[in-house]
């Protein structure tokens, strides 16, 4: 191991503090832990030069979006990286999803461009990096589909075993063919996402397999590439507000860390507002921010958005921790909103799956309640590919999805004709 930035682990709760040679998820007394570094003899304008330096790097490391900043992500030897030069994913002019949510300066981070269709890839390399460095020979998660479907490739990359723990008929099915088609050991439970999590903890505990979830540090570390991107993207000129989607609140929490990381090297001099956004039917830091009460789990969270269906995150204080540093807010939107902000990003030619879209809905609300000021600047991320989850898309277009009380406002439904040119011009006519 070759750390050039002195690095440890710290305790979220109590501050202690680990050497990194030690596997660890949490602390002795229960907290979660957070990867640290000394800044002391670090120039944050060498790094950013560094940084740009490696922009476009055709081929080693460095062509990954999320090892280009090696040096706040696991200063580690090269021979432990495990990468598909994930990341280098497009920041798009938001186009007709501008108009809708009602800001002109919008753009969309698409996420569900890296390797595996979503975000997760980005905390995925250094995760199982991280296990390559402790000599793991296999990897587990519990997963709503994106992290499986990420962890089982990057296992596969690399020959290890991937264990993957999911709830029963809740998981949107290109995920699952991918977690199947990469060779993870998938294990359905008869539970929600929430007894998958602990379940995993426990089976990771006993049975010496690494566990990668965003409970892991170092997952934390990798997904701060997200915000760094964007930024180097924006020349370093920082937007004012950086909407995100929230789950198991493990990717505002590294948002947000990243983000501190550069304020704190003079790399940015402004701090963005970020906005978590939770789907209603599974919005514990939504209910506990709006309600200033203190953090209680939902016990059966439901949304279309089955990324993000999940009543008690693990990183919560690190979420909220982040979100007091840079003046955030979290809200959370309906089922309706979801979807109708989704017909809007997929109309816009840019598509993305449901739990992505609460970022361009919460927008939207959050514009419509005076909290982001049209004239603002904001990026949205889109967390997932469109195509991870057909059966949401069809049901919207169709107009099928009245059993869960949402109906195809924006509906492009498909039409059955006849195979004759009357037929054509009368259908292409309306
Ligand atoms: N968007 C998508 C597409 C996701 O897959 C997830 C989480 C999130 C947003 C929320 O991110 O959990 O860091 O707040 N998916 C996890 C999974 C839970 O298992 O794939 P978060």
Redesign the pocket.
Known sequence: MSLSIPTYLECVSCAKQYDLKDIRYNCECGGILDVKRDFSNVNGEELKALWESRWGAKSGIYSSGVWRYKELILDIDEKFVVTRQEGNTRLYDAGKAADYVGVNNFMLKHEGENPTG???DRGMTCGVTAAKMYNATSVA????????ASMASYAAVCGMKPVIFIPEGKIAYGKLAQALAFGGVTLQIAGN?DDAMELVQDVCNELNIYLVN?INPFRIEGQKAIGFEILQQLEWNVPDWIVI????????SALTKGLQELHELGIINKIPRVAVIQAEGSAPLSKMWKNKTPFEAVKDPDTIAT??K?GN?VSWEKSLRGLEWCNGVVEDVTEQEIMDAKAWVDASGIGA?P??CCSVAGTKKLVDAGVIKPEESVVGIL??NVLKDPDAVIGYHKDELGHMNIKGTYSNKPQLIEATLEAVKKALSK
């Open positions: 979503s975000f997760k998660c519990a997963s709503t589909g994106n992290t499986s996402f965003s989607p929230g789950g198991n609140l493990g990717n505002n990324a993000i999940i995150p799956e739990a992505s967390t997932g």
